[in-house]
């Protein structure tokens, strides 16, 4: 695992999107496995930013999602989906056909599951984009998941509901439930990249820099994985 601390977000964006822009400039024809929240939001406009300068294209780039909500219309302004599109999507020259999200709203959600685990059995995600939860969840993986886990459907906890309540007008319209790639699906990747910035990250950061590798704290299993980058800002790394 190899760690590099920086000063600030900003930053942390730009040495996030420099790892991603050098595996584009390298293989213009990558799959790259993305993240929501706001954690990656200033790496994604770095790309965009890259992209503007031709300094790289998306056209032949294939994308998947770590997550979506259920029972979310993909078109509502807090869907996974519209956060993608909003954030870099509609920004770039991606083709529709290589974006790659899970499908959260329908009446058979695991057979929505099962497709999305096929579509990444199929896949060869080259750099999977992490960000890290209070908890250590990594996508919607809470304490307690299995390192065996693949793609399936999450009950959130109230704690992850809380934290997401900011986003919605109200706690009774945050979803109670989510669709998630598994541990062992992100953990299939190549390349890993997680970004972790501010104060409410720092004491993640230390259970996963300092602490062991266990289910109670599902980030830890990176350290199993052969190569990760783990980009923090100074408060994130405070407790280090």
């Known amino acids: 695992m190899k760690i590099v601390e920086v000063n600030d977000y ?17 293989k213009p024809n990558c799959t790259l496995g993305l993240a929501t ?11 965009i930013a890259a992209y503007n300068k031709k300094e790289i294209s998306f056209k032949d780039i294939k994308t998947y999602n770590l997550d979506e909500y259920c029972n979310l219309d993909i078109n509502h302004s807090q869907s996974y989906y519209t956060f993608m599109h909003e954030n870099l999507f509609n ?13 959260g709203n329908g009446s058979d959600l ?21 960000g890290i939860g209070g908890n250590g969840h990594i996508g919607f993986n809470e304490p307690g998941t299995s390192f065996d886990q693949e793609t399936f459907i999450v ?5 992850t509901r809380e934290d997401n309540k900011r986003f919605f007008n109200s706690i009774d319209e945050v979803p109670t439930s989510a669709i998630t790639m598994g541990i062992k699906n992100i953990m299939q990747a190549k390349t890993i990249l997680l970004v972790a910035s501010g104060k409410s990250k720092a004491e993640a950061v230390k259970a996963l820099i300092k ?7 599902p980030a830890s299993v ?3 994985h052969k190569d990760v980058i783990v980009i923090v800002d100074k408060e994130a790394a405070s407790l280090l």
């Open 10 to 26: 900003q930053e942390l964006s730009k040495v996030a999107a420099k790892v991603v822009i050098d595996l584009i400039k390298a």
């Open 37 to 47: 929240g706001s954690s990656p939001i200033g790496l994604y406009q770095n790309l």
């Open 91 to 103: 920004h770039v020259d991606i083709k529709e056909e290589n974006i790659h999200i899970p499908v």
């Open 110 to 130: 695991n057979k929505l599951c099962d497709e999305y685990n096929e579509l990444l059995h199929k896949a060869s995600i080259d750099l999977q984009v992490l």
């Open 155 to 159: 009950k959130l906890t109230e704690k």
């Open 211 to 217: 602490g062991g590798v266990t289910e109670t704290f």
């Open 222 to 224: 990176l350290k199993n």
